[in-house]
T-cell receptor
Framework: QKEVEQNSGPLSVPEGAIASLNCTYSDRGSQSFFWYRQYSGKSPELIMFIYSNGDKEDGRFTAQLNKASQYVSLLIRDSQPSDSATYLC????????????FGSGTQLTVLP | DAGVIQSPRHEVTEMGQEVTLRCKPISGHDYLFWYRQTMMRGLELLIYFNNNVPIDDSGMPEDRFSAKMPNASFSTLKIQPSEPRDSAVYFCASYRQGNEKLFFGSGTQLSVL
C-alpha cells in the first residue's frame, strides 16, 4: 500500500481556471506536508509547505490540510500554461524536510 | 550559489559494470539525500546523511548499492554490479536544518543496458 496517494492525471484545465490537486496519506503521524512542482526533464522544486490544519495561501497557490481526513490539496488560481507540470505531494513524520515520502505525482496541463 | 551539483548528467553503461554518481551539496547544508525516480515507483528516498554521517539507508534496494560522504562537500552513490532495473533518474538533494526547502540537483539519468 502506497503511503502517499495522488491521482496521476493527466488533469487538464483551461487557462484562467482553478486547478485542484489532491493527495491522501496513510501515516497519521505525519507532521509536515509539501507540494513540489516538476517540469518535464527537470528536478522537483518546492512550491509550498503546510503544518497546520486549514488553508495557507501564497500568491496564486493555496494549500489545504485536513489531518483528520488525512488529506492535503493544492489549488492553483488563474492557471497559466506555465503551470503545466507534474505536482508532487510529500509528507514527513518529522517537523522538517527530512525523510520525505513522495506521491507519484499529478500531471497538470493548462490549455491556452 | 551554484546549487546542488550532480555529475554526470547522463550515464549509459552495460549490465555488470560499476557506476559512480557524484554530488556536491550547497555549502552550509547539513543534510544530504539520495533519491531515485522511475515511472513505476515515483521518487524514492534511498539514503540520507546528517553532517556526513549516514542516518537512514533503509531505502537502499540491496547490497549492490552503497553511498559515502567523506566530507561536507562531496557524496557518492555507487552501484556494483549494475543491472537494467537500476535504470532511473538519481537525484541528490540537500537542505539546512531550520530551512524547510529541499534543494534538488539536476539529476543523473542512468541507463543500464
Amino acid at each position: 500500500q502506497k503511503e502517499v496517494e495522488q491521482n496521476s492525471g493527466p488533469l487538464s484545465v483551461p487557462e484562467g481556471a482553478i486547478a485542484s490537486l489532491n493527495c491522501t496519506y496513510s501515516d497519521r503521524g505525519s507532521q509536515s506536508f509539501f507540494w513540489y512542482r516538476q517540469y518535464s526533464g527537470k528536478s522537483p522544486e518546492l512550491i509550498m509547505f503546510i503544518y497546520s490544519n486549514g488553508d495557507k495561501e501564497d500568491g496564486r497557490f493555496t494549500a489545504q490540510l485536513n489531518k483528520a481526513s488525512q488529506y492535503v490539496s493544492l489549488l492553483i488560481r488563474d492557471s497559466q500554461p506555465s503551470d503545466s507540470a507534474t505536482y508532487l505531494c510529500a509528507v514527513t513524520p518529522s517537523g522538517s524536510a527530512r525523510q520525505l515520502t513522495f506521491g507519484s505525482g499529478t500531471q497538470l496541463t493548462v490549455l491556452p | 550559489d551554484a546549487g546542488v551539483i550532480q555529475s554526470p548528467r547522463h550515464e549509459v553503461t552495460e549490465m555488470g559494470q560499476e557506476v559512480t554518481l557524484r554530488c556536491k551539496p550547497i555549502s552550509g547544508h547539513d543534510y544530504l539525500f539520495w533519491y531515485r525516480q522511475t515511472m513505476m515507483r515515483g521518487l524514492e528516498l534511498l539514503i540520507y546523511f546528517n553532517n556526513n554521517v549516514p542516518i537512514d539507508d533503509s531505502g537502499m534496494p540491496e547490497d549492490r548499492f552503497s553511498a559515502k560522504m567523506p566530507n561536507a562537500s562531496f557524496s557518492t552513490l555507487k552501484i556494483q554490479p549494475s543491472e537494467p532495473r537500476d535504470s532511473a533518474v538519481y537525484f541528490c538533494a540537500s537542505y539546512r536544518q531550520g530551512n524547510e526547502k529541499l534543494f534538488f540537483g539536476s539529476g543523473t539519468q542512468l541507463s543500464v543496458l
